[in-house]
């Protein structure tokens, strides 16, 4: 079955995406290269992780 390019990631991979902005510290161009995806879609995916409390902690 082939997937279409706009396929947002599996709770496994937005995990990852995640893990790789916070923990891993690395910026939101990153691993939106690795998972094929926009810095954008990271950016939602960690706002919706964490909440509005961590983005404007972080600021």
């Known amino acids: 079955m082939d997937a279409g390019k706009n396929v ?12 790789a902005v916070v923990e891993d510290g ?8 690795h998972f094929n995806t926009t810095s954008r879609t990271v950016t939602a995916r960690i ?8 983005m404007t902690a972080t600021l």
């Open 8 to 19: 947002l990631p599996t709770p496994n991979g937005r995990e990852q995406i995640v893990g």
């Open 26 to 33: 690395l910026t939101n161009a990153a691993p939106a290269r």
């Open 47 to 54: 706002h919706s992780d964490k909440g509005p409390e961590f």
